[in-house]
């Protein structure tokens, strides 16, 4: 499978909804990225326009808790029309925070950066719907692909494979045309691109060319 989730970290945010139609025929999911200053240095989107985005899609709204404390957020992002919401391995309460947005009814979504060793998300991955390896330091669109990233799918991968698991693997940072095959070979699923989609000329003939990228990957594999 190949699911595309364009990033609108690096739409224009003066005029989001429109942005959003120009790549809605190639957007399986949009990919929302939260940032609260703290677990990262910079400040992006909350509740009100997750909010807004939602009367305005009915796109699946896949969104990237990048927050220390997200579990104070979990009940407004659900009733704003969040998907799923993905959190951290690295701010802990895991478990509690699994508990809680599947209590919510939305997708549950376990996250990892860089520097965090894949192991770390593996006591949850029977109980997850989504793992979302990073392959940038969260906090910024337009960084360059770290290729670290590419075993930590794979380990992934073969994990979901050998134990029968239902999760997709997200990954985030980096991606266009060229990176995403190494990432849909390696096992990855579900491709979020923002710069390399929103940063072109043409965002739907970006995110087409991704996608058919990581499909040849996959039928190669
Ligand atoms: C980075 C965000 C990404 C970002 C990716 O912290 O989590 O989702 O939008 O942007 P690109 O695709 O430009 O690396
Ligand atoms: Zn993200």
Redesign the pocket.
């Known amino acids: 499978m190949v699911r595309m989730a364009p ?1 609108i ?2 739409a224009d945010f003066a005029a989001l909804g429109a942005e959003i139609d120009r790549v809605r025929p190639e957007a399986d999911w949009l ?1 929302v ?1 939260v ?1 609260d200053g703290h677990f ?1 240095p910079n400040l992006t989107i909350g509740p009100p326009v997750v909010a807004a985005i939602h009367r305005h899609t009915d796109t699946f709204l896949d969104c ?1 808790l ?1 927050m220390t404390n997200p579990g104070d957020y979990l009940e407004a992002f659900a009733e704003a029309g969040a998907g799923s919401c993905s959190v951290h391995v690295e701010v802990g309460r895991t478990s509690e925070l699994i508990e809680e947005m599947r209590q919510l009814r939305i997708g549950v979504g376990l996250a990892v950066n860089p520097e965090t060793p894949i192991e770390a998300c593996e006591p949850w991955m029977s109980q997850i719907d989504l793992l979302l390896v ?1 392959s ?1 330091h ?6 360059h692909f770290m290729a670290e990233a590419v075993p930590k799918v794979e380990w992934a991968y073969d994990k979901v494979r050998r134990e029968g698991l239902q999760l997709s693997i997200e990954v ?4 266009d045309s060229d990176t995403v095959a190494e990432m849909a070979k390696a096992g990855a699923d579900t491709f ?5 989609i929103f940063g072109h000329p043409d965002p739907l003939a970006a995110a087409e060319a991704i996608r058919q990228a990581a499909l040849a990957a996959v039928a190669a594999r």
Do not use: E
Not at 138 to 143: D, I, K, M, N, S
Not at 172 to 175: K, L, P, R, V
């Open positions: 990033s970290l690096s990919h990225d940032m990262v990237h990048m990073m940038v969260p906090g910024f669109g337009g960084q985030d940072g980096g991606i979020v691109a923002g710069s390399a």
